[in-house]
């Protein structure tokens, strides 16, 4: 997928509205990546049923997250994906 505008924009909101949880799993979605799409997914609902994010689920998300920069890396230009990096 080639970044457009419109979806940074999107990005962007989702950060300003404080919704990381929300964003990852868009990022995921968008770049077909169903395992993190997945992972996201789940922990956004484990997010959503406690209110909160704890430490454990987050040390989690954050190991799911750097793999899926790993991965973005690897397979985007050099210019989207510092628009990605920039926003997780």
């Keep these: 997928m080639k970044l457009t505008k419109e979806k940074v924009n999107y ?13 990852l799993t868009t990022i995921a979605s968008d770049f077909k990546l169903e395992r993190y799409k997945k992972a996201f997914g789940s922990i956004l609902t484990i997010h959503n049923v406690d209110g909160h994010l704890n430490y454990d689920v987050s ?12 991965y973005l890396k690897n397979n985007l230009s050099i210019e989207d994906y510092s628009v ?3 926003l997780i």
Excluded: A, P, T, W
């Design 84 to 86: 990605i990096s920039s």
């Design 11 to 23: 990005y962007n909101h989702l950060v300003d509205n404080n919704c990381h949880g929300e964003l």
């Design 59 to 70: 040390q989690i998300r954050n190991r799911f997250k750097d793999e899926m920069k790993m």
